[in-house]
């Protein structure tokens, strides 16, 4: 089984709607991030967290908002989703010195927004 | 200027040969590099990560750090057809990771 997963794997929705995009860990990490991939402008960070307790925004965190409902589960929602956050959507989990913060990712979601 | 820079390629090499990824970064704070290959379609795997300026070696791959001239390199000796793929190079500084956009390799038998 997949150490870390991610729901749905593809989901197409229209403008406006709201989304949620899930992703779930066995690896026992406290460390979850999300990001989405562009083309040419490869990985950029929307959101991460060190703990249940902690969020913080990463490098393009408008429009998205996060919920860390425990150590295994983290969730990124689009209120109102616009078709430019089309995009291939990672998730992934680190704990910390093993080694430097290496980061492990789910499959993706790939989101279309019509 | 994006953080980390890396030629999108398409690089091509014949089997067989050495490939050269290159990586430049902007943030001297950066503190430790990683190389992540990417196949299409799929999620990125970690290939090699640096943290010390000169050179780590793991099997068929040698990454290569310069902090003075912060730039950051992997090479693929004996290239596979199965080598091809997208490779991310990711800089961290307290812990926010930042990567480039890929360098896309193809491999030809």
């Known amino acids: 089984d997949a150490d870390v997963t991610q729901t749905p794997r593809n989901r197409i929705t229209k403008t406006g709607k709201r989304i949620m995009l899930e992703c779930s860990q066995t690896?026992?990490?406290?460390?979850m991030y999300w990001y989405r991939q562009d083309p040419g402008l490869g990985l950029r960070l929307i959101y991460y967290?060190?703990?249940?307790?902690?969020?913080n925004k990463g490098e393009i965190s408008d429009g998205y908002s996060v919920s860390r409902q425990a150590q295994a589960k983290f969730s990124l929602s689009l209120e109102s989703a616009i078709p430019n956050q089309t995009a291939l959507y990672f998730c992934?989990?680190?704990?910390?010195?093993?080694?430097?913060?290496?980061?492990?990712f789910g499959p993706g979601t790939r989101l279309t927004v019509l | 200027q994006k953080e980390v820079e890396q030629n999108s390629g398409p690089l091509s090499v014949p089997e067989g040969a050495i490939a050269s990824l290159n990586c430049t970064y902007s943030?001297?704070?950066?503190?430790?590099f990683f190389w992540y290959r990417q196949y299409s379609g799929k999620s990125p795997e970690l290939i090699m990560f640096?943290?010390?300026?000169g050179d780590k070696e793991d099997g068929r791959f040698t990454a290569q750090l310069n902090k003075a001239s912060q730039y950051v390199s992997l090479l693929i000796r004996d290239s596979q057809p199965s080598d091809s793929a997208t490779y991310l190079c990711?800089?961290?500084?307290?812990?926010?990771?930042?990567f480039g956009a890929g360098t896309r390799l193809t491999v030809k038998p």
């Open positions: 992934a989990t680190s704990v910390p010195g093993r080694p430097r913060d290496e980061q492990f």
């Open positions: 690896k026992g990490h406290d460390r």
């Open positions: 967290s060190f703990d249940v307790k902690d969020i």
């Open positions: 943030d001297r704070g950066s503190q430790s």
């Open positions: 640096i943290y010390s300026n």
């Open positions: 990711a800089g961290v500084r307290n812990n926010d990771m930042r």
